[in-house]
Each structure stands twice: as structure tokens, then as C-alpha cells.
């Protein structure tokens, strides 16, 4: 199994264009999840999937838009990319079975710079 | 509220020392706690966990204990070695109908040979 993969590694952004974070896992887990890390700091919620067609807000959802048309797929779209939104970003999936442990599975990150 | 914190940002310790990481949390109701271990340019690696009814679970090398009358998670590596060297957090579920995870800001290990 590949895990969580994550496309692209690193990408600089101009203020106000558009990208999209693509994002697959082979483990068919329902659950899935988008992270911002930025510096020296904790992990913080942006959307998230409880499986196809569901996806709902985090702690930090502005300026991000996601959708969950496959199990395997979720991608991030940034619209009119903001400074602020510089920092590394990471998807995650888990299953949503509790008595499987629950573990969530991060993707290795991808960098983003908006300049 | 919602928060997990550490108390202590860096840590540094000599290769074959145990190390201990400290963290506070303050939501009674989360009912899983998790380390993640994170190197440099990598995502978080699931380490260990430990249910909110149990005190201590160990792994391999690693113990997780939980305290829950003053919040308190440790995680304890045995005979830290280089690679251990990495960002370490903790982490509390809360699970509100799906498993909402908590960071605490995270703990940088040093092991010097």
C-alpha cells in the first residue's frame, strides 16, 4: 500500500491565484482530512470527510474549498491564494470503524508559498 | 475549552538516556490520547495511543502514561538513540460524532551521540 499520497511536494503561489492540493489514499478508510502546520506549531483541522459526497468545515476553513466524490480522492482548492495561507499542508485518512483504533494516517505534506 | 499543551518546547538528552515528554491537556471528554512523532520534512507518525479508561500502554521502547485527575500525558522513550531525534505531539480525540483531533504545538528531541 502507498498510504496517503500528496501532489505537489512544494508549489509558490502569487497572491490571488488558484491551486489545488490533490490528495488519494489506497486504504479505503472513510474518513479523511486536510491539515495546515504552520511554523513551530501544532496541526489545525481545515474540512474533513466521514466518506463520498460528506465533507464539512474544520477549525480553519476559510479561503479553502474541498470535495469527496471517491473514497480514495479528497482534494484541497485554494481560491485566490493569500499570503496567510502560506504553510505546509497535509491530508490524512482514517478508518472510521472504532474498534479498528482509529489510527489517522498522515501523507508526507506539501509545502506552499504565496508570495 | 479545548486544549493540549507541552510544557517544554525543547528537550535534549545524550543517546542511551531515557526521555521523557510532558504534555497537559484540559477536555475531559476526549477519550483517546495519541503521540506522533515528526522528522524533519516529514507528516506525523502515529507512535502510540492510549484510551481514556486505561493509565499506561507501552510499546516497543515506548510508554505512554495518563494521568487524568491532573490531565497530564507523558511519553517515555527508553534508551533514546539518534534517530529518535525528531518534533513529538501529543494529541487528544474528542470524538463529537467523528474523531476531532487536538494538537498540542509540539516538543523538539535532541539525542546527542
Known sequence: ?115 | GESVGLHLPTLSVQEGDNSIINCAYSNSASDYFIWYKQESGKGPQFIIDIRSNMDKRQGQRVTVLLNKTVKHLSLQIAATQPGDSAVYFCAERIDTGFQKLVFGTGTRLLVSP
Not at chain 1, 477549525?59 to 471517491?70: I, K, L
Request: net charge neutral; glycine share 10%.
Open chain 1, 1 to 115: 500500500n502507498a498510504g496517503v499520497t500528496q501532489t505537489p511536494k512544494f508549489r509558490i503561489l502569487k497572491i490571488g491565484q488558484s491551486m489545488t492540493l490533490q490528495c488519494t489514499q489506497d486504504m479505503n478508510h472513510n474518513y479523511m482530512y486536510w491539515y495546515r502546520q504552520d511554523p513551530g506549531m501544532g496541526l489545525k483541522l481545515i474540512y474533513y470527510s466521514v466518506g463520498a459526497g460528506i465533507t464539512d468545515k474544520g477549525e480553519v476553513p476559510n479561503g479553502y474549498n474541498v470535495s469527496r466524490s471517491t473514497t480514495e480522492d479528497f482534494p484541497l482548492r485554494l481560491e485566490l491564494a493569500a499570503p496567510s495561507q502560506t504553510s505546509v499542508y497535509f491530508c490524512a485518512s482514517s478508518y472510521s470503524d472504532q474498534g479498528r483504533g482509529n489510527t489517522i494516517y498522515f501523507g508526507e505534506g506539501s509545502w506552499l508559498t504565496v508570495v
